[in-house]
């Protein structure tokens, strides 16, 4: 299942993107690290640096295709 995600940066960019929850697992086991870390993403991967990320937001809800 891939969760739609947020990544805040100590600029004020946001990189929004969608990832499995195995990506997600290992990002958030980084975070307050030093460094670089390799995030791999739905369409492709992306290399963070772990101390300027301020925050990283999972969207709780479920997507949902249709009306209802």
């Given at each position: 299942?891939r969760?739609?995600?947020?990544?805040?940066?100590?600029?004020?960019?946001?990189?929004?993107?969608?990832?499995?929850?195995?990506?997600?697992?290992?990002?958030?086991?980084?975070?307050?690290?030093?460094?670089?870390?390799?995030?791999?993403?739905?369409?492709?991967?992306?290399?963070?640096?772990?101390?300027?990320?301020?925050?990283?937001?999972?969207?709780?809800?479920?997507?949902?295709?249709?009306?209802g």
């Amino acid at each position: 299942m891939r969760r739609e995600v947020s990544i805040g940066f100590s600029g004020g960019q946001v990189l929004s993107a969608r990832m499995d929850e195995d990506a997600l697992r290992t990002l958030t086991g980084a975070l307050g690290g030093q460094g670089w870390h390799e995030v791999t993403l739905e369409d492709g991967a992306v290399r963070l640096r772990l101390d300027e990320v301020v925050y990283v937001r999972v969207d709780a809800s479920a997507h949902r295709v249709g009306f209802g």
